[in-house]
């Protein structure tokens, strides 16, 4: 099922007209790369990145995929602080965050219904209630959720604004020569295959992403790495490692399968977060220590501590 949208307005600042709407409007920068888009600038079509004034006039529609109403289940959640305003878990590998295409159950969203009660609602959107930002399905880690609409809005331009601290263990293939590093490559859709992401160093297309990384324990044609993003692209480290050569370990999408470890998930972990609470305004941290999976591959490479 589909649900219309239609959005009319005068621009009240310059800019490119998704980001324009996007702070103005609320609507999503997603809905800019649907096929039914349809972006009209003072009677005349557009394209989502061509520039606005304010006083122009806009219209824009789009469809939008509706999902069956979500429904609690009781799905265990690993806890790390929890307050009036804000729940910090540790998301287990394997488990969305809340539905899409395809997937309606078993998700963080379902469990956080079943927890709060099935009026639990800190956004317009009914299927992720209390999410402001997302893990992929098999990653793992530090994850914050919203408990009431304040709270919302407020994380929320915390990551928009990339004023959050995200540090990610990883373990990738091959061997580093340098004990750190920093990259700096646009990340875009592949055009060849709409599931999967790619890294350019044309300016001008994709999205900016800057990760940096430093070597923790080196190993026998593995490396054990901590790995701060600045930006939170779909896939950035994924891509970025995948980019210079150093591919995750268990990464279904973007490594081949590994025959010293061939049932290896997915080798990513958030394991910090540091962001300003939304009430107190104070920055506060939370961690999650390495998996077990992280541990048996390192202890399968010789690496006990």
Do not use: W
Request: with cysteine.
């Amino acid at each position: 099922m589909k649900r219309h949208h239609c959005h009319e307005f005068e621009a009240l600042s310059d800019g490119r007209v998704d980001a324009v709407a996007a702070k103005e409007q609320g609507i999503p920068r997603s809905a800019f790369s649907l096929p039914s888009v349809s972006i009209i600038i003072n009677g005349k079509g557009s394209k989502k990145s061509a520039k606005v004034r304010a006083g122009d006039k806009i219209v824009i529609e789009y469809d939008e995929e509706v999902f069956p109403s979500l429904e609690a289940e009781d799905i265990p959640l690993d806890i790390l602080y929890e307050d009036d305003d804000i729940l910090v878990i540790n998301k287990e590998q394997g488990i969305a965050v809340h539905p899409g295409a395809g997937l309606y159950t078993g998700t963080v969203a379902n469990a956080l219904l079943s927890r709060y009660g099935e009026d639990f609602s800190t956004s317009d959107d009914d299927t992720r209630p209390g999410i402001v930002h997302r893990l992929d399905k098999d990653t793992s880690g530090v994850m914050i959720i919203a408990k009431s609409l304040e709270a919302h809005h407020r994380l929320q331009a915390e990551f928009q604004r990339h004023r959050t601290v995200k540090h990610y263990y990883a373990i990738v293939k091959g061997f580093f020569t340098s004990q750190e590093g920093e990259i700096n490559l646009n990340i875009e859709r592949d055009p060849k295959n709409r599931k999967r992401f790619r890294a350019t160093e044309k300016t001008d297309r994709g999205k900016d992403a800057r990760t940096s990384y430093s070597v923790v324990k080196q190993m026998d044609g593995y490396a054990l790495l901590l790995i701060r993003i600045y930006t939170g692209r779909t896939h950035q480290i994924r891509v970025h490692m995948q980019a210079i050569g150093h591919p995750l370990l268990g990464d279904p999408v973007y490594s081949r399968p590994d025959p010293s470890f061939p049932s290896a998930t997915l080798m990513l972990h958030a394991y910090s977060l540091e962001i300003r609470h939304p009430s107190t305004g104070v920055m506060m941290s939370f961690k999650a220590e390495l998996p077990q999976r992280f541990l048996s591959v390192m202890k399968a490479l010789g690496v006990d501590d």
